[in-house]
């Protein structure tokens, strides 16, 4: 059985188009939705609500367009708050 990656073909898209958004967007929010770059926006919101608009409940990607991505790491190891 294969497992199912969340987003992977909406993330595929992205690379394949990544140096003219760069080029064009860099710092701005890109729309993904499979295979199509859907749009630019300034906002993250915006670009969030640009897809509920047009994607309803299915699947897309907003992304920051960024030469240097930042990583982030979140860990599952975290004590439990004192009572």
């Known amino acids: 059985m294969t497992e199912a990656k969340p987003l992977q073909k909406e993330l595929e898209t992205y690379e394949k188009h990544k140096d003219e958004l760069i080029e064009k967007a860099e710092g701005k929010f890109v729309l993904v939705h499979g295979d199509q770059v ?6 993250y919101e915006d670009a969030l609500k640009a897809g509920y608009e047009k994607f309803g409940l299915s699947s897309f990607l907003v992304k920051q367009v960024l030469r240097i991505e930042r990583v982030q790491f979140v860990t599952r190891a975290i004590a439990a708050c004192p009572s």
Do not use: N
Request: glycine fraction near 34%.
């Open 38 to 43: 859907a749009g630019i926006w300034g906002t």
